[in-house]
């Protein structure tokens, strides 16, 4: 079986997406399946990550060929709102893409049940639910480096941390109020800024957060967030699972979490702590629970616990089915 495992404007996206597609290339490494990255109708599946214009293009003829078309469902109109600028403009329109776009697999991969409920009402097609995985031989070793990477950016411990791309949409204004009323913890979030991509009110809030929030930008070697932060703090309002979060579980780092649908899974007061509340007081009461490190050691051991499921060795597997099924 020979896979075309396409990932459309591959030069220009980062983040979890891209994430997503090193994991399942290396899955499919693993699997000793034959692919090829080049989108190309000489092929068993056409595999698609990012549903582009290209993408579609080259689906409508796979279909019209009979080669079996899977796509990712790595954005929804949902997750797209409050990114970076332009995209809550553009988010009302991209659904009705996104509906005609998925409607051309034969099989929809979801990197959650959240978002497969989500898809459901995009278009009338088979659904699987695969986890984009973890890496857990990316972040081996990790420990060596929170010597370096706590004087780097000048913090101690504890450390609340985030990493990621720095948007709105991920509870940027909720991480900022957290840093003003807790003045004695640090905060520090790990990933890209790219102002000139923010919209306003995203620029003045990381402008304008306290001395004690550090915005790292890009980090060389993402390890080091993992060594340097200790209680992951996500108080993210949409997400379609969130790579980070795997990575800081494996880590064994204690969680708190927005609650809301996407973290269904996860269990308050077992592998994290969640917050109902949509403002910043129950992330203070969380925060302020955690500063007992016996709380911090369970919660993080069981989150490590949790996270071998999502290893890229339990997730692949998954990946042959589907294009056993498909093919």
Known sequence: M????????????????????????????????????EPTLEADVFHCNLMGPRSVWYAKRARSRGVPVVANTHVTAEDFGDSFRFTNALAKPLRPYLERAYGLADALVCPSAYNRRLIDTYADVPTTVISNGVDREKLEGFESLEAEYRERYDLESPTVFLVGHVIKRKGLETFVELARRLPDLDFAWFGPLDLSLKGRETTRLIEESPDNCTFTGYVDDIRGAYAAGDIFCFP????????????????????????????????????????????????????????????RDRLGANAADRSEAFSLSSVANQYQSLYEEVA
Not at 3 to 24: L, M, N, P
Not at 272 to 281: N, T, W
Request: proline share 2%; net charge negative.
């Open 2 to 37: 020979k896979i075309s495992h396409y990932f459309e404007f591959e030069d220009h996206v980062t983040g979890g997406i891209r994430e997503s597609v090193v994991h399942q290339r290396k899955m499919l490494d693993r699997l000793d399946l034959r692919y090829t990255t």
């Open 236 to 295: 993210t309002h949409e997400e379609n699972e969130g790579i980070a979060l795997l990575e800081a579980m494996t880590a064994g780092k204690p969680l708190v979490v927005r609650d809301i649908e996407t973290f269904s899974w996860l269990e308050d007061g077992e592998d994290c702590l969640k917050v109902a509340d949509s403002g910043a007081d129950g992330f203070v009461d969380a925060l302020e629970r955690l500063d007992d490190p016996a709380l």
